[in-house]
Structure formats: structure tokens, C-alpha cells
């Protein structure tokens, strides 16, 4: 019998329903030499136990299933402007998340009208970025990000949801972004970064990374890949005090390993690019103005 895909979610982690990895072929790498690196919306963070006994005090003397009785899960920022997924109350010293835009399609989006808020999945595309540079490409971080598919008008703080969609945009073999047209100047690929697995369970921070490299002139997916890692830390409350600064500091360190991992899975580490080419690279850089679609 075949189980649902949400159920393999939530018996063995996100990765039980992802696409097989994909190898860019060598003739494919040859060309790629300057890349566009795109960020993907992050899901929230999902923090188990819920941080709010610790925040209102009061919900300590109730036990966990009361609490759960009367206070839904919502979208908050912490201090820190870091994206959760958790029990909110009326009187909170936290406050609701409003939608980040109405249309919930899938596309690019300009990061710009987000920059209140911390996102991984740019610290991970800053990580890929540099690390792409070390290898000798020209890589630059674009100022747009990839938009996932999530309906305001539902339960935008339903995690299940969000994985479906990180789920759905990880496994598509072509990109509904039309970077052909985004772009202008010469970009040989796009690398698409998400973030999959992403919480705080007692003190552990699984952190998944989701790599797509994509033909920006078909939109054909090229090479996927992903990779985990299981720092164990502090507490959540730890983690989110002073602005969240020790938690950012873990996931950026984590991140970075991670990012090499799948950039040498797909072929784009120094010593690969070096061999597919017959030469030895030197560090480049490339500005956001100057890179486009070739």
C-alpha cells in the first residue's frame, strides 16, 4: 500500500517524498561559468516545546493539551525578525504575522519589501554565493526570491501546508519562473536555494538544504540536490534571545557546511570546476547589474 505523501511527512521528515537526486551531466557544466543565485520563501520555524510558557508564564500552570485547547497556532516574528510558527495569545507580547502579499502564486518576488525579515534560505544563497566565488564561477545573489504557492485565506501557520509546497516546487522539473525574460546579460544558470526541515526540537536544529541548478533560458531543471545537518544546541529560548542572535549564528555555520556539500554534489566545487575546464580558476565576482540570462 502506497501512503499519502503528507503522511510519509510527518511519520519520516520531508525527505521521504522528495525527487531522487539529479546530476547535471558534463556537457551541461562546461558551459555554466556565471551563475544568478535565487533564494527560496523559507517555511517558518517550527519550535517544539512551544515557546509561549516562557513568554506568558501564566500558561505554565495549564497542561499542554488545555493550552492547545484554547490558542491556535499563528505566524509570529520573534525579536530578531525571525518567522515562527506557534501558540499565540491574546495578550501576547508577540503579535500576529500578516500574509507577506495576497497573490500566494508561485514566482519571483523582489526581496527589497522584505527586508524587516530574516530569511534562511537568503543566508544560505550568501553561503552559496561565496562558495561559488572560492570556486572560481561569477555568482551573484539576485534581489528577487522565489515565491511559494500559499493561500492567505487559509491557515498560513499549517506547517503540513508549507512542506507540501516546498515539496511541489522541490520535485518540478521545470521552473515556472520566466528567468529568460527577468534577466539581462549572460547567466548560464540559475541556482535556486531552499530551505526544507527547519526547527528547534529540544534543543536539536534539523536543517535541511534543497539545491535546484536550472537552464534559465528553458527553465529545465539540470541538477537537485539536498543535504542535512543536525546541530544540537540550547534551549529555544536561548537560541531567540538577544534578537535570535545565537540561533542565526548556528543556522549560518550549519548552512555553510551544508551548501558545500550540495555544491559539490552538483558538480560546482573548486576542484570539479577546475577539471571541467582544464584550468585553473582565480576568484571572480560578478554585480547584480551585469548578470543575465544568456
Not at 8 to 23: D, E, N, R
Request: net charge negative; hydrophobic share 45%.
Amino acid at each position: 500500500m502506497k501512503l499519502p505523501c503528507v503522511l510519509l511527512v510527518l511519520l519520516f521528515g520531508l525527505s521521504a517524498c522528495l525527487a531522487g537526486p539529479l546530476k547535471p551531466s558534463a556537457s551541461h557544466l562546461s558551459q555554466v561559468r556565471t551563475l544568478l543565485v535565487v533564494p527560496v520563501e523559507s517555511p517558518p520555524l517550527e519550535v517544539t516545546p512551544d515557546t509561549i510558557t516562557t513568554r506568558l508564564p501564566i500558561h505554565r500552570q495549564d497542561d499542554n493539551l488545555q493550552t492547545e485547547l484554547f490558542l491556535e497556532p499563528k505566524l509570529y516574528r520573534s525579536p530578531g525578525g525571525v518567522l515562527i510558527s506557534g501558540l499565540v495569545s491574546s495578550n501576547d507580547i508577540v503579535k500576529e504575522a500578516l500574509p507577506m502579499r495576497m497573490d500566494r502564486s508561485s514566482g519571483l518576488e523582489p526581496a527589497a519589501s522584505h527586508e524587516d525579515a530574516w530569511s534562511p534560505a537568503s543566508v544560505l544563497a550568501a553561503a552559496a554565493v561565496a562558495r561559488l566565488r572560492v570556486a572560481g564561477f561569477e555568482a551573484v545573489a539576485s534581489d528577487q526570491y522565489y515565491s511559494l504557492p500559499i493561500n492567505p485565506a487559509g491557515d498560513t501557520a499549517d506547517l503540513a501546508r508549507w512542506q507540501e509546497s516546498i515539496r511541489q516546487w522541490y520535485n518540478r522539473d521545470v521552473s515556472p519562473a520566466d528567468y529568460g525574460s527577468r534577466v539581462t546579460g549572460r547567466v548560464d544558470a540559475v541556482l535556486e536555494v531552499g530551505v526544507g526541515t527547519y526547527r528547534i526540537f529540544y534543543g536539536q536544529i534539523p536543517l535541511q538544504v534543497l539545491v535546484k541548478l536550472i537552464d534559465p533560458v528553458t527553465g529545465r531543471v539540470i541538477g537537485r540536490t539536498e543535504a542535512e545537518a543536525f546541530p544540537v544546541e540550547d534551549s529555544a529560548e536561548a537560541l531567540l534571545d538577544h534578537e535570535a542572535e545565537k540561533f542565526k549564528q548556528v543556522v549560518a555555520e550549519a548552512g555553510a557546511g551544508l551548501m558545500r556539500r550540495a555544491l559539490a554534489d552538483l558538480g560546482l566545487s573548486p576542484t570539479k570546476a577546475a577539471a571541467a575546464s582544464g584550468v585553473s580558476f582565480g576568484m571572480r565576482t560578478a554585480s547584480a547589474a551585469g548578470v543575465a540570462a544568456r
